[in-house]
């Protein structure tokens, strides 16, 4: 099972920021927090990663708690391109790689 | 640098026939995952390969098996298909630096099976 919870949609005015809650309260101290994206079915496409500490990069913000049992993905001004499902994937490599993906989220940036 | 490839891009198979996909990870990647997208059941973990060993496995029935090359490139290959193993399949590849941060993987555009 998905270590994380996201609401299962939500809308966003074009030009407006979209904030994309994520809860991760089982979320162990060296795990860490991804965000992927995945518009009409192509393959999932990184968007940022964290582990404590805020993070941005040129495409979004990570807000991560300060206990870390929840996170917020901020795109700054959406657009209708970032119309998509977003995943909150918590890593968790016992014996290897594995990403578990939830349901995610599906942001709908509306003009 | 070329991302993740994979081959064929759509494919059309009939129930008990046998089928190989292919997945070329980006230069310097080491680890290449495989998971299956369904409607149904989302996304889902296949396995993983890292220095041509499956590391780490999912729950698939035997049907479902992969290897890695010294070159790291993949295949998987399902045997005996079933209508059910209609789906978008997806390989990702990763440094798979674990526990470091360096473990993000990049996903390919996929192969998407039917069975008839």
């Known amino acids: 099972d998905a270590k994380t919870t996201q609401p299962p949609s939500m809308d966003c005015a074009e030009g407006r920021a979209a904030n994309l809650p994520c809860n991760h309260s089982?979320?162990?101290?060296?795990?860490?927090v991804y965000w992927y994206r995945q518009i009409h079915s192509q393959g999932p496409q990184y968007i940022i990663h964290?582990?404590?500490n805020n993070e941005t990069n040129e495409m979004a913000s990570l807000i991560i708690t300060e206990d870390r049992k929840s996170s917020t993905l901020i795109l700054p001004h959406a657009t209708l391109r970032d119309t998509a499902v977003y995943y909150c994937?918590?890593?968790?490599?016992?014996?290897?790689?594995?990403?578990?993906f939830g349901p995610g989220t599906r942001l709908s940036v509306l003009p | 640098k070329a991302g993740v490839t994979q081959t064929p891009r759509y494919l059309i198979k009939t129930r008990g026939q046998q089928v190989t996909l292919s997945c070329s990870p980006i230069?310097?990647?080491?680890?290449v995952s495989w998971y299956q997208q369904t409607p149904g059941q989302g996304l889902q973990f296949l396995f993983e390969?890292?220095?041509?060993?499956?590391?780490n496995k999912g729950n698939f029935p035997g049907r479902f098996s992969g290897r890695q090359f010294s070159n790291s490139r993949s295949e998987m290959n399902v045997s005996t298909l079933e209508l059910g193993d209609s789906a978008l399949y997806l390989c990702?590849?990763?440094?798979?630096?674990?526990?470091?941060?360096?473990?993000?993987?990049?996903f390919g555009p996929g192969t998407r099976l039917l069975v008839l």
């Open positions: 994937i918590v890593s968790s490599h016992p014996y290897g790689q594995n990403f578990v």
């Open positions: 089982t979320i162990s101290g060296n795990e860490y």
């Open positions: 964290g582990l404590k």
């Open positions: 990702a590849s990763s440094l798979a630096l674990l526990g470091t941060g360096q473990e993000t993987q990049y």
């Open positions: 230069s310097g990647h080491r680890s």
């Open positions: 390969y890292f220095s041509e060993t499956q590391r």
